[in-house]
């Protein structure tokens, strides 16, 4: 960090065509075809519809909450709870389950408690303006904490045969629920981040909130939505992966704050906030997700996996700053 | 009287009074030499607190530092396997955390990027080295030489050198961050980056060394941790940084920067250390220690909030950062 330098004011802009060639998003698209071309020659497994269709469990229930995120990072502030959430909406669609409720009952819990808990986040962060980095590191433990407290090293079993299919169903051929539900996600947050005031807010806020509120901008209102948006997306990822595992145990998603964060920032949103954009998050999620698969298809192990993405994280970050000669 | 307002003295107070609570029911608890069991099952929390708390003050956070302890303590067992004398392998140990915050720093201070975002990436590649090292095997006690295990436990005056490691490191860091040109430094670059350059400060060089220290710290500590509890494998302290953060916060390290001691990070490290260490004597089912722990991290930062007086707006953000 060093004394702000004079800003560049350019005399001409680029071409708008030349200035997408250039984008994170052309080099993440890129990336994407390469990893597919890659996977395609190392594995004969990897071209054919139903692999395909596996790999993509990879990716979408944590992608529903990457874009929650991405939106939440933009304007500044990070949620480290996500996957506690899905640990303790898990744990509450396990209790009615065992109570009896029926199949939409146990959604709607799961979502709900998404929701209390993002409002947990919101009302520690918006209302009482706290540090979220360090909010959600709290709830992070306390909403963990709970399912553990409920479930200790029990588990929950015997979700109703008709629930599966959320994390197990197909709409169309090799078309699955998971897949749809992602699609419809990425274009709504799509169009709320990149074609709504709403959008523009968690911009503006991103990169001056102070200046944001000087324009009319309710701040901490805007944050408060954001946080209740990545608990609802954790309630529903919980629906999802509860439904695709068919049991609950409290460490259940263990980790994938992280994996989330990391698609996030490869997706070229600014861990600093300010700016980023939901297409990136997709090609990210989609890259992250055939990596994943194709390493799983060569039995290269999980953890070997997660020493790449970690490089990856720093290295996209890394390289562009070293060209740069930042 | 600004003692007794001081965060630090209410922290005190307030593991004091638990303490004192517990007493109450189980006198056994407070005796001396489960006290002192408390204090030594906490050090190695205590240490990694310490390396912690300077890169918070630095405006940075090592989320590294328990994959540092894992891997440097692996890296000692199979040293120790190896037939490498002890006094060698505690130099490699301290070395080799130092290295490993050392890249953490590098990234941070020539490249700028975020530490969360480095040392998010750097937690996970380092506890990867662990397995790609050993394929995912276990180090056992056996396997360990009887000098290797001893060390940590051997007691001296009454406590084990563990606890001592400990006490001095508090010591020696209590000094150096008030007595030295570097210490004020992590002060000055938390506190205000920019008048901390017009002071003739490298912002990013100081962070660099915040980092070498939270390294070397963790590398230590990871000996100390494979030793005492005589086995290493990958995920040796899983999830440890987020104790560690937690120690520092409830501490009241301001996680902005620039503000907080190390009695503090030390409390705050002693007061988890209570908790954990109390929950099995009161009875209560060791599943509750997370939730406890996320709600004492909720109510630390909001007692800190609260305590913080509000600052003038800030219009620019670039004059702002």
Known sequence: MTAPAPRIVVDRLHSPFRRALRSWETILLVVAVAVFIGNTFLSPYFLNAWNLSDATFNFTEKAMIAFAMAMLIVAGEIDLSVASIIALASTAMGLVMTAGAGVPVIVLVGIGTGLICGAVNGFLVAGMGLPSIVVTIGTMSLFRGIAFIVLGDQAFNGYPPEFAFFGQGYVWWVISFELVLFIIFALIYWAVLHRSTFGRAVYAIGNNATAAQFSGIRVQRVRFILFLLTGVMSGVAAVCLTSRLGSTRPSIATGWELEVVTMVVLGGVNILGGSGTIPGVVLAAIIMGMVTFGFGLLNVPGIVMSVFLGALLIGVIAVPRLLRGK | ?321
């Open chain 2, 1 to 321: 009287m600004t003692v007794l307002k001081s965060r630090e003295a209410l922290l005190a107070l307030a593991i004091l009074v638990s303490v004192g609570i517990i007493a109450m029911r189980f006198p056994a608890f407070v005796a001396p030499g489960n006290l002192a069991n408390v204090f030594n099952d906490t050090a190695p929390l205590m240490l990694l607190a310490i390396g912690q708390m300077i890169v918070i003050l630095t405006k940075c956070i090592d989320l590294s530092v328990a994959a540092n302890l894992a891997l440097t303590g692996m890296v000692a067992a199979l040293m120790n396997g190896a037939g490498v004398p002890l006094p060698l392998i505690l130099c490699a140990v301290i070395v080799l955390g130092g290295v490993l915050g050392a890249v953490n720093g590098v990234l941070v201070w020539k490249l700028g990027i975020p530490s969360i975002v480095v040392t998010l990436g750097t937690m996970t590649i380092y506890r990867g080295t662990i397995f790609i090292m050993t394929e995912g095997k276990w180090v056992n006690a056996h396997e360990m030489t009887e000098g290797f295990k001893a060390l940590p436990r051997l007691v001296f005056l009454g406590l084990p050198v563990m606890s001592w490691i400990a006490i001095a490191t508090i010591l020696i860091f209590a000094v150096v961050l008030t007595r030295t040109a570097l210490g004020r430094a992590f002060y000055a670059v938390g506190g205000n980056p920019h008048a901390a350059v017009y002071a003739g400060i490298d912002v990013g060089r100081t962070q660099f060394w915040a980092f070498v220290i939270s390294g070397a710290l963790a590398g230590f500590t990871g000996y100390l941790w494979v030793a005492r509890y005589a086995v290493a494998y990958v995920d040796v302290a899983g999830g440890f940084e987020l104790d560690v953060v937690a120690a520092c916060v409830i501490g009241g390290i301001a996680i902005a920067g620039g503000a907080g001691s190390i009695w503090g990070a030390m409390l705050g490290a002693i007061f988890l250390g209570v908790i954990k260490n109390a929950l099995p004597v009161v009875g209560i089912s060791p599943f509750w220690q997370m939730a406890i722990s996320g709600t004492a991290i909720i109510l630390a930062v909001a007692f800190n909030a609260a305590q913080s007086r509000p600052k003038g707006r800030l219009i620019l953000r670039e004059a702002a950062q």
